[in-house]
């Protein structure tokens, strides 16, 4: 009996590593082509080669990787945003000032409440509206993944919205510094429009130092306490799963993920100095490609058939929500005088 309490998890495992390395093969071809074409990223890269690789080649489809696909979408994912945590600290967030709260938390209301609202109207799946409007809300890629581990959602729904975040990003990035010099926006407000108004880091990172001046360093930090609005998200998320659920009595690691104790962990530990700023650049590049192999096996686990039925009515729920939000942000702006 104890021999094979103790042979199962290691059968678990050996099962997992033929799919978990085609995760990581896949993961290091999408960082190398993320690192030409930074604009896109690693993680994009990583979902599209994953549902090209299992629609070529057959036996990538093979229900002998679907383990080791399940545990980078899964556990790796996880372990993606602990690590992430690193990179936030809480000084930088006491920094941005009271006043930039009202336009990150009416931004994000824009974006949660427009997804809830407009994705019903163009019905859109509950799952794939929550993953748009988190997406667009917070931090584009890693907020999708911090509320994958909580909702489980189909890996369509999360292919539909990293697509769609994707998308927009390239048009805040080719858009948004030709609009805000005519518009004429000193460096400090675009910076906060940036901030708050395009998804992902890496694109608000190209989008404010393509605009020039403080832009840059002043938009990295709004997107990084833009990023701790996914803790009560997720908390929130986590609650109403477990309600749906019909989970009477909500143990505490339903509503409040390990995952995400190790986030805000990782933040305060890093807050107090005890993570070296030279360890600050290896610790985001093992972050994102956790990431990217987590998106890899999603997309290698994804068919097309699945992904047509659900049409072009996410791309136009993400677009209606990307010029909402990036409306709101410039008038949130001029309403409170930032």
Known sequence: MARTAVAAPQTQIVNRL??????LLVAAVATGL????PVIGGPVFAIILGVLAATIVKPLRSTRLA??????????LQLSIVVLGTGLSLQQVVHVGVSSLPVMLGTLAVALGGAWLLGKWLKVGTDTKTLIGVGTGICGASAIAA???VIKPKDTAVAYAIGTIFTFNIAAVLLFPPLGHLLGLSPHAFGLWAGTAVNDTSSVVAAAYAYGGDAGPYAIVVKLTRSLMIIPIVITLAWLKARKDD???LPWHRIVPAFLIGFVLAAAVDTAGLIPDSWHPALSTVGTFLITTA?????????????????????LLGGILWIAVAASSLGLQALTGL
């Open 18 to 23: 033929p799919g978990l390395a085609v995760t």
């Open 34 to 37: 993320g690192l030409l074409v």
């Open 67 to 76: 383990p080791g696909y399940a545990m980078a979408s899964k556990g790796v």
């Open 147 to 149: 509320t994958t581990a």
């Open 247 to 249: 989970e009477v009595h």
């Open 295 to 315: 998106l890899a096996g999603i997309g290698l686990s994804l068919r097309f058939a699945d992904m047509r039925k659900a049409g072009a009515r996410p791309l």
